[in-house]
């Protein structure tokens, strides 16, 4: 390996900016030192995550598609330095791809990076990033190198710094957009990366731009900064501006971006993000890390007075040359991008019924006259090698622009000329990069869930594979009324799969049933894809894995059947009501017994066993366990009926009865080990911060305290008044803390002084 990785420092030397090079190097130097233990294990997590160097999990031996995952090829132990440690076992690689541009030459070099030190497969994230799974850790370097050469870095990928500038793919050519914002997001990006302002945040900043307010394409309204291209007329000119948005995110506790500035002048982006940085710096939370988002400072604050605080810091900047450069610069060089159309802008002629359903489903007019936009639809996010390579040559032949990366985990490649379309198809079908279905509801988004992520709970890309494949199957017959849902899929509560706002939502968790875990999906309805992510949804029952499927099928039949004229998916839920919908489902959310139907405790894409909880021999506490297990459900009813009651505007009874579920869990548990514990409010919280805080009991292996203190804060909280916004959250928040109440239960086991403690 260090031969190598020498060779191709030599082979690219010249090739990358100096600063870029000494980056790598260092780097390089210090997984030298972490290797020899000369480097604080803290430290160097931090400093590898942000050149985007992630670990995995390899305890799931089954890719989404039923194959053995590489990851049993490694050795997950090393004597010296413990078990499952990034020496030994590969782990991912985030690559950073600004707007989601791509030019060939680079689609090629990812192309051989997948091959040599990946698995083959390229996956692009929901953010517009690509990762590479299984790579070890003395190749990053390299990589890195490699990467660099064509412009590309893997620097502050991940890790407390700013995140990847994602923007609408179709930024210069959307009909719908007011203008262009790529040369804005990539003068951005090139300003933040590695800014000194940018370096001392307590947890990731993630940006984006949307040309328009009305579309999903930028989904700005769940980024910690978003920016939509606005315009208006001043004395008969039309001036450019941004509608800027703070504090959104998603999360396990998704939050609402809120308004910073209605009209934002170009020559005040850079310097106001610059300021934001630096009182999110300053003032953000940095001690704990489930409040460490810009998201609860602006929150915390209060929209006013954060916007205060951030225009007093921008007053106080020494004018930084930058500010302008960037962005003439950026937008000299989007100006070279101007193809002009060919005499032929007839119809494409093949009369193919699999080409005139992929031209429906994958191709869009451009505003520019005689151009189109057409997807690649990529399953669940993942290109080979050997695509890579093809689509490489097919930009190379139909489109001057290059590709980009869309947040619905595809690539689309612009101006394309419509009378080349038939072509294009050809040469994506030899590719097997024709699949129809863009952006409908064949096109399910998941996160990598328990395939690679530490923290899946659930299969979310098994799960998608079976929704894709059945809903693929059924192709024609789907109703036109449900062809444009959206179904996204996360393995956690932590949303990387965008659950919170998709048509159909799920979530992974997991249930105990007659002592073994059987692996379940919250069903998240309520969620706004359009308007760039304008509302988020909520769960509303847990299904067993094996019976998502049949979730599907129900509401979209129901849909189908019982919406009034124009409805739309929300329109109708929130008609229709939770509390009916929740009626509909409520038999799926029933788990046969182990030996009637053992596939239920299998995930999708794994047919090993998902867990067993052994119990124990001569089990005395066998009420007990039923006891909790009712005081749980009981919890998670009341967290529905507060859903119910704020469909009704009783946001006020809402929040109180949200509070009242978080009560009823944590008093549920506290019976383990004293069955005579009060019902007072005051008695319950200490009991629990004794018995399961201070012990650490309820911490999550990945979250730690932070659902607990969900608990304590409603309860701090609990004389205050509740407003739409914080009802909704306290319901969020009271799930996420019954499923850690779950998970503790599932963690603990049964001893026969549980009952009598």
């Avoid at 210090?30 to 400093?47: M, P, S």
């Avoid at 001036?239 to 971006?257: H, I, N, T």
């Avoid at 548990?669 to 009060?678: H, T």
Wanted: one cysteine or more; charged letters at 25%; glycine letters at 8%.
């Amino acid at each position: 390996m260090k031969a190598s990785n020498h060779l191709w420092k030599e082979r690219l030397a010249g090739r990358i900016a100096e600063p870029l090079n000494r980056e790598i190097d260092i780097f390089e130097t210090e997984i030298d030192l972490r290797r020899q233990g000369k480097v604080d294990e803290r430290v160097f997590a931090e400093t590898r995550l942000r050149r985007g160097v992630y670990g995995q999990r390899y305890d799931n031996g089954q890719r989404h598609d039923g194959k053995v995952a590489r990851s049993l090829e490694y050795p997950t132990t090393n004597p010296t330095k413990g078990p499952n440690t990034l020496w030994d076992a590969p782990g991912m690689q985030r690559i950073k791809i600004p707007y989601g541009g791509l030019d060939p030459a680079q689609l090629e070099v990812m192309a051989d990076l997948a091959e040599e030190y990946s698995d083959g497969i390229a996956h692009v994230t929901t953010r517009q990033d690509f990762q590479l799974h299984f790579v070890h850790m003395e190749d990053t370097p390299t990589l890195m190198r490699r990467l660099a050469a064509v412009g590309i870095t893997t620097r502050e990928a991940c890790g407390n710094s700013v995140r990847n500038v994602t923007a609408c793919p179709y930024s210069g050519v959307c009909p719908d957009e007011a203008f262009d914002v790529t040369p804005y997001a990539r003068a951005l990006s090139r300003f933040l990366l590695g800014h000194p302002d940018c370096q001392n945040f307590g947890r990731k900043f993630k940006p984006a731009f949307s040309g328009c307010s009305q579309h999903a394409c930028g989904l700005t309204s769940m980024h910690d900064l978003g920016a939509i291209a606005v315009t208006r007329r001043e004395n008969g000119v039309e001036v450019r501006g941004f509608e800027l948005y703070v504090g959104g995110g998603l999360g396990a506790v998704p939050y609402q971006a809120k308004l910073f500035d209605e009209f934002l002048l170009p020559e005040q982006l850079l310097p106001t993000a610059q300021a934001i940085a630096r009182v999110f710096g300053r003032l953000g939370e940095k001690k704990n890390r489930a409040r460490a988002r810009i998201k609860f400072l602006v929150h915390d604050l209060g929209i006013e007075k954060f916007k205060a605080l951030v225009l007093e810091e921008r007053d106080r900047l020494p004018r930084d040359p930058r500010w302008k450069q960037y962005v003439d610069e950026a937008l000299a060089a989007s100006g070279e991008e101007t193809p002009t159309a060919g005499d032929d802008l007839s119809e494409p002629g093949s009369a193919l019924p699999e080409f005139q359903q992929w031209l429906k489903t994958n191709v869009r007019p451009q505003r520019q006259t005689g151009f189109v936009v057409a997807t690649v639809s990529l399953p669940l996010g993942d290109i080979s090698s050997d695509q890579l390579r093809s689509l490489a040559d097919i930009a190379r032949r139909f489109t001057p622009d290059g590709v980009r990366t869309t947040v619905e985990q595809n690539i689309v490649l612009r101006w394309v000329r419509r009378s080349d379309l038939a072509q294009l198809y050809q040469a994506l079908e030899s590719a097997l990069l024709a699949q129809p279905g863009a952006s409908n509801i064949v096109d399910v988004v998941a996160c990598p869930g328990t395939d690679t992520c530490k923290l899946g709970i659930s299969s979310s890309r098994g799960l998608a594979a079976e929704l894709q494949r059945r809903l693929a199957d059924k192709g024609a017959e789907i109703d036109q009324a449900i062809q444009d849902l959206h179904i996204k899929v996360s393995g956690c509560f932590n949303s990387c799969g965008q659950h919170h706002i998709a048509d159909l939502g799920f979530y992974g968790v997991s249930r105990k049933v007659g002592g073994f875990a059987v692996p379940h999906f919250q069903v998240v309805l309520g969620g706004q894809w359009t308007q760039n992510a304008a509302s988020y949804g909520l769960p509303i029952v847990a299904i067993p894995s094996k019976n998502v499927p049949e979730v599907v099928s129900r509401l979209g039949e129901r849909y189908v059947s019982d919406r009034l004229q124009g409805e739309n998916f929300q329109e109708f839920v929130k008609r229709t009501g939770k509390l009916q919908v929740r009626k509909l489902l409520e038999d799926l959310a029933k788990v046969p017994g182990y030996e009637a139907d053992r596939s239920y405790f299998s995930d999708w894409g794994d047919p090993r066993e998902y867990s067993i909880s052994d119990i124990g021999k001569g089990e005395c506490a066998g009420e007990v366990v039923t006891a909790v297990e009712f005081d749980l459900v009981a919890a998670e009813r009341q967290v529905f009926e507060a859903q119910v009651l704020a469909e009704g505007s009783n946001f006020q009874k809402a929040g109180e009865t949200a509070y009242g579920a978080m009560l009823h869990a944590a008093k549920g548990l506290i019976k383990l080990e004293f069955l005579d514990v009060a019902d007072d409010p005051d008695t319950i919280i200490a009991e629990f911060r004794t018995r399961y805080f201070d012990t650490r009991k309820i911490f999550d292996p990945f979250a730690g305290p932070k659902f607990a203190n969900y608990l304590f804060a409603a309860h701090r909280s609990s004389g205050n008044g509740h407003t739409p916004e914080s009802s909704r959250r306290l319901m969020e928040e009271a799930q996420l803390f019954i499923e850690a109440c779950h998970g503790c239960f599932n963690r603990m086991g049964l001893t026969p002084s549980a009952a009598t403690a």
